[in-house]
């Protein structure tokens, strides 16, 4: 049964990829200029434009092109950039390896935050604790993430304490695990971002859960508090707090973008920037796939754990 | 309101016995505004034995049973008295109230237990039923083995008469009808053997079949176990039928307490004596709603008790109808109709007529053949339980529901199946009374506001005599015209149910369809309803489709009665022919389902 729903969803997700790589395929088509003149430059003659092109494959049919660029990223073959001539998954590696550590850490650690912030003001509902808390996750909620990531610099590398790097150190080409205080103000400031969402909607979920029948109904059979909460209230508040985790979760796959151009972080997103800015399409098509996944991921993620926090879904469907 | 107020009748067994296990001296509850909700409550719980607490909703007869747990629901506080409970086994009593968290919590579960209102939304729909039996266990330390424990789980099921096998153990609740899921909470409370047990309500979620089940488990396990209870409940019927002493609650008060049989036949206080009156019977001896407290009418009801001799009258002649019709001869019925109204009446088309109507969804048959006629003036009791699509029927008939197929025809017209598609004649001819007035009134528009809305949509009159009719409206179900401004918080249950039928009444419909309209209120409120219901037909010929599942009522407010079963109309004949020769077995059962008063 359970099976059966995952699977319908694994095959659901399947073809929103494709269809995301039809969109991307063809946004890319209607992009103005020529890639083999960007290459050589505006002498070029039309010859070597046209063997360049033939080169390329560019001078086959765009559906052709689509099914060969689809076959490869198949197989983990993401093209060749035409920017660098190199290949795209070797261009890539290093830096989507960069970038998923940074939102791996920025994840690991926002959502337990989250979620234990969450209940801890749902417990303390209406004490001013939990109306401090409130208002600290709303200023925060409302700012952009340049101005934390500004402001985090400001505090702890150059203006008040100069404690922290205010931008990745690491030459090209040394991963950046090697000097782990780097990671630090990047990774904060996606967790500023990102979880005062998360506590919001688990105080919101939690109350009406603590509020609940069945909650009333374990304190008069005698359940310890802790288990209560633990037990019976936290399950059925993850359910709808999933969904906002996986919103936020795929918003660090684009967010990431903008805080590693602040930090000067190797990550996709510079990459991302770089390609856009020398005209790379394989490059730009690689990374707009790759961020693709990462939604349906998430949401397919938060989707299991809506199936596995209600059994009624899990029966029902 | 009043200060005070003075318990008229003292019981005998709350003098200190041997058998009390749980004693409440003195109670008080405050909120935590300091207003006090409960002035000084007393009552005790003997071994063997179950106390009927009674009382209207907002009485505190709830937040005197969760102080007996030590346990105050939000915005409330202990205020002053004493609860205390004698365990098994144990020579000194426990003062609740002076317990700490940890020996409360031993206290809960295992030597007194709660049983909710609604099992739906009391079991933790994400646990498997037997984990949630066997987390009381585990808790509580009961036996000295895995074994036992799992044994008992088995065990405790097939006490409440479910099965104890692992794979219902492993059933999730949403998997369970209502009366499963309460006999759960049953199984749930008893599995530490308790010494006093909370009732709260448990059988007013449920059909009159699934009530007599599971009151039935409750008393059988009640005296297996030797447990003292505490059975709170608006429904002077159940008490009857399952407690050995009642004591009657009134604004936090305990006015009456006593032996059931004394104190429901020879009432002492004006309260209980109110209540008593106000309680539908089945018999229909007596006309309800005359002396209840909201009933605001002129006392002309010493002729009231004439509407049910007059429903016997019509019953004689309408016996044709009944007899043998059993509710598939539309013929016959629509004849005897049209002979009836022949004389009088011009038009010979019946007022309401509901021609093989018939739903389904899917595979799944709502409705099947049914065929109804309504004259002015006249009620028809639908009645069925839950699921037997009574609300469905009745929504087909005002148009709110266009997938059936049969005809509804109204003064021999044939109406169309949804509303928009109706002239707005048909549309005022039928108007729609809704079950809860909570929740089909909106809270942000005043009461003469929200009326006005059906006298706009019809378009008819200028704004001064649309505000005429609504206060005529408010008038006629004796809210008066003060109500105008008033908004729906403002109101109670029963004033904000009056509102509803003003609402239907403004645009003087021929045919009335109440959807369950008397089941969220109390019986007194319900009382007064019925009450308005029977002066409103004599006054205006009002025609009512009266839908409920409460077969009790069926006497003081019907003419006929279409007894409805999984979509088909299984009895069908003038009200008392119905009761006294039901010719359906489901019907027979309906009957003797009913707790007798």
Known sequence: MFGKVIGKRLLFSAFILIAVSLLVFGATLLLPGDAARAILGQQATPERIAALNEQLGLDQPAWQRYFTWLGGLFVGDFGTSSATGGSVGALLGDRVGASFILMGLAAIISVPLGIGLGVFQALHRGKRRDQAMTGLSLVLAAMPEFVIGIGLIAIFATSVFQILPAVTLAPPGEPVWNRPEQLILPTLTLILVVTPYIVRMMRATMIEVLDSGFVEMARLKGVPEKRVIMRHAVPHALGPVAQVVAIQLAWLAGGVVVVEFLFRYPGLGQALIDAVTYRDVQVVQAISMLVAAVYVVVNLAADVVGILTNPKLRSAA | ?597
């Open chain 2, 1 to 597: 309101m009043s200060p005070k107020t003075e318990t008229v009748r003292h019981d005998a067994a709350n003098e200190p016995n041997e058998k009390i296990v749980l004693r409440v001296s003195d109670l008080r509850v405050l909120t935590n505004a300091d207003d006090e909700i409960l002035h000084g409550v007393d009552f005790a719980l003997s071994r063997g034995e179950i106390l009927g607490l009674v009382g209207e909703s907002g009485s505190g007869k709830t937040t005197a049973g969760l102080a007996c747990m030590g346990h105050f629901r939000e915005g409330l506080k202990f205020g002053s008295g004493s609860v205390s409970i004698w365990p098994r086994g144990e020579a000194t009593h426990v003062e609740v109230g002076d317990l700490d968290e940890v020996a409360l919590r031993d206290l809960r579960g295992s030597r007194i237990a709660y049983i909710p209102q609604d099992p739906a939304l009391s079991l933790n729909p994400a646990m498997r039923v037997g984990e949630q039996i066997r987390e009381v266990l585990d808790i509580h330390d009961f036996g000295s083995s895995e074994r036992e424990r799992t044994d008992r789980v088995a065990e405790v099921l097939v006490d409440v008469g479910l099965p104890g096998d692992k794979a219902y153990q492993k059933r999730w609740p949403h998997q369970l009808s209502g009366g499963q899921q309460q006999r759960i909470g049953i199984a749930m409370a008893f599995a530490m053997y308790p010494d006093v047990l909370i009732l709260d309500e448990p059988t007013t979620g449920l059909d009159v079949s699934t009530q007599s089940v599971v009151l039935d488990t409750i008393r059988q396990m009640t005296v297996a176990n030797n447990v003292a209870g505490l059975y709170i409940t608006h429904d002077l019927a159940v008490i009857k039928d399952i407690s050995d002493r009642v004591a009657v609650m009134l604004r936090g008060d305990l006015v009456e307490e006593g032996p059931v049989s004394s104190v429901l036949d020879d009432p002492q206080h004006e309260y209980t004596k109110m209540l008593m009156a106000a309680v539908p019977d089945l018999a229909g001896r007596k006309t309800i709603g005359d002396g209840a407290a909201e009933a605001k009418e002129p006392s002309e009801d010493d002729e009231k008790t004439h509407i049910l001799v007059s429903t016997g009258e019509r019953g004689g002649s309408g016996d044709t109808v009944g007899s043998g019709s059993g509710g598939d001869a539309p013929d016959g019925a629509t004849a005897s109709a049209g002979e009836r109204d022949g004389g009088a009446a011009s038009a010979n088309a019946p007022l309401l007529e509901v021609a093989d109507v018939a739903l389904a969804y899917g595979k799944a048959q709502i409705l099947n053949g049914i065929n109804m006629v309504l004259e002015p003036g006249e009620c028809t009791m639908l009645l069925g339980e839950s699921g037997s699509g009574k609300t469905t029927l009745s929504q087909c008939v005002a148009g709110l529901n266009d997938d059936y197929s049969g005809s509804v025809r109204l003064r021999g017209t044939e109406l169309a199946r949804s509303t928009r598609k109706r002239t707005n004649e048909q549309r005022v001819g039928i108007q729609y009374v809704f079950q809860s007035p909570f929740s089909s009134l909106n809270p942000r528009r005043s009461i003469g506001q929200s009326l006005s809305v059906p006298l706009e949509m019809s378009g008819e009159g200028t704004a001064a005599s649309r505000k005429a009719a609504v206060e005529e409206a408010l008038d006629s179900v004796r809210l008066g015209r003060s109500f105008y401004h008033r908004r729906p918080g403002d109101l109670s249950g029963g004033e904000r149910q009056r509102a509803a039928i003003a609402r239907a009444l403004v645009n003087a419909p021929s045919v009335m369809v109440c959807d369950e309209i008397t089941s969220a209120l109390d019986v007194s409120v319900q009382a007064s309803i019925v009450a308005l219901l029977r002066t409103l037909r004599e006054e205006r010929q009002l025609a009512l489709l009266f839908v409920t599942h409460n077969i009790a009522l069926s006497r003081h407010i019907a003419d006929n009665l279409a007894v409805l079963n999984k979509g088909k109309i299984v009895d069908y004949g003038p009200t008392a022919s119905v009761l006294e020769n039901p010719s359906h077995e489901y019907t027979r059962a309906l009957i003797s389902d009913v707790p007798k008063f």
